[in-house]
């Protein structure tokens, strides 16, 4: 047989009928909807696209009666939901004749960032918690060649400072407070629809510094406006409770959790997010590291989907909501965004389990583990 480039068809006229349908990334897709500068082409990775997988077996979990999805934004070309806005972002800065960009992050934000500015030729610089960021992310950051700066104090404290960095030098920001990041960011309520051919009666998501929560509030909105959905989701927040400023309406000095994507205490977007919850009649709770930790296991052992801690929390909110009587989804079509993936961080997955048993390397001893 031969093997090589000679016999893969290199024209798609060559095909019958196209088996896979090329995809171009979210400004491409959506770039009537999204008001960014058009006049440079999109720094892109293809971001976007993302499955939206059913769910039954953890539905039943979650005491059933429901229909649930999982938006699986951890398979974003970085690993997390946070390329849609980097796309729309680094494609403006580009636009905006930028040289280098910033961000603080706990870890998604900059990994994304800096992979974005590496395919536009920028400089990229980003701020996290030291020792608070997962190890995926790091690498990431670091693979993709930002500047890594480590400070001592938490992503509020970063934010703070690339803020006044930005003001003062020539270096954009690129952290959610840019607008640009809603643009694409809000991509991915339009995809929910246009795959369910309507919205979901619920959105949940985990909510850190509230700019998900908005773009897909904007999101749905748009399309709401627009006449192509007759009404919105209901949104159910999720945020830690060590780290629970909307839920308790206080800034949270030292915010702690294991979900350290949304180890925050200060968000930004805190009234949009608020508006959102209103305009929604959603909710917003908090759940505890335990209870991440339980649906973070089950979200991979029931449905074979491996997510970071922080999109448990949206999970748990969902079991605590049906707990605690308040939440009701039964009939109800339910999605629940899994904003980045398990091997961004696979120390927090490592230390949920027993390490595996070494055994000798003959049948018998295999047979011997197994107990079949
Ligand atoms: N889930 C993950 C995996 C995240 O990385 C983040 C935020 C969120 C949820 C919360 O989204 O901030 O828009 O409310 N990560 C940011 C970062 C803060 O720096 O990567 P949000």
């Known amino acids: 047989m031969k093997l090589g480039f000679a016999t893969i068809p290199t024209r798609m006229s060559a095909l019958a009928s196209p088996k896979v349908i090329a995809w171009s990334g979210v400004i491409a897709h959506y770039r009537e909807r999204l008001d960014i500068a058009h006049h440079v082409a999109p720094v892109t990775l293809l971001e976007g696209n993302t499955p939206l997988i059913p769910a039954p077996r953890l539905a039943d979990a979650l005491g059933g009666g429901f229909e649930l999805f999982l938006k699986y934004e951890g398979l974003n070309p970085t690993g997390s939901f946070k390329d849609r806005g980097m796309t729309t972002a680094i494609t403006q800065a580009v636009a905006d004749g930028a040289r280098a960009v910033i961000c603080a992050s706990t870890g998604n934000t900059a990994a994304s960032a800096a992979a974005y ?10 701020l996290v918690p030291e020792g608070k960021i997962a190890a995926g992310k790091l690498a990431g950051a670091l693979s993709y060649g930002a500047q890594v700066i480590a400070i001592n104090g938490n992503f509020d404290d970063g934010l703070r400072m690339v803020r006044e960095a930005s003001r003062c030098a020539p270096i954009v920001l690129v952290n959610n407070i840019n607008p640009a990041r809603l643009q694409g960011q809000k991509t991915a309520a339009f995809e929910i629809c246009d795959v369910l051919g309507s919205a979901p009666d619920w959105l949940c998501l985990p909510v850190g510094n509230a700019g ?4 897909y509030w904007m999101g749905f909105s748009e399309y709401h406006r627009d006449g192509l959905i007759a009404q919105r989701p209901r949104l159910l927040g ?10 308790h309406g206080r800034v949270f000095d030292k915010p702690e959790t294991l979900a350290t994507a949304i180890r925050i205490g200060n968000p930004v977007r805190w009234q ?21 930790l339980n649906w973070h296991r089950l979200v991979a052992r029931l449905e074979g ?4 801690p922080a999109c448990a929390a949206s999970l748990a909110a969902i079991a605590k909501g049906r707990r605690e009587g308040w939440f009701d989804p039964r009939g109800q079509r339910v999605v629940c965004v899994m904003t980045g993936h398990g091997l961004k961080d696979p120390d927090t997955a490592m230390r949920s389990f027993a390490a595996p048993i070494t055994i000798e390397p003959r049948l018998e001893a295999l047979l011997e583990a197994v107990k079949l």
Do not use: H, K, M
């Open 117 to 126: 500015a590496a395919r536009a030729g920028l400089t990229c610089v980003v």
């Open 212 to 215: 998900n929560i908005t773009a």
């Open 238 to 247: 999720a945020q830690a409770a060590g780290a629970a400023p909307i839920v």
């Open 272 to 292: 949009e997010a608020l508006a959102a919850l209103r305009e929604s009649n959603g909710y917003i709770t908090d759940v505890t590291d335990d209870e991440i």
């Open 305 to 308: 989907v491996f997510v970071e």
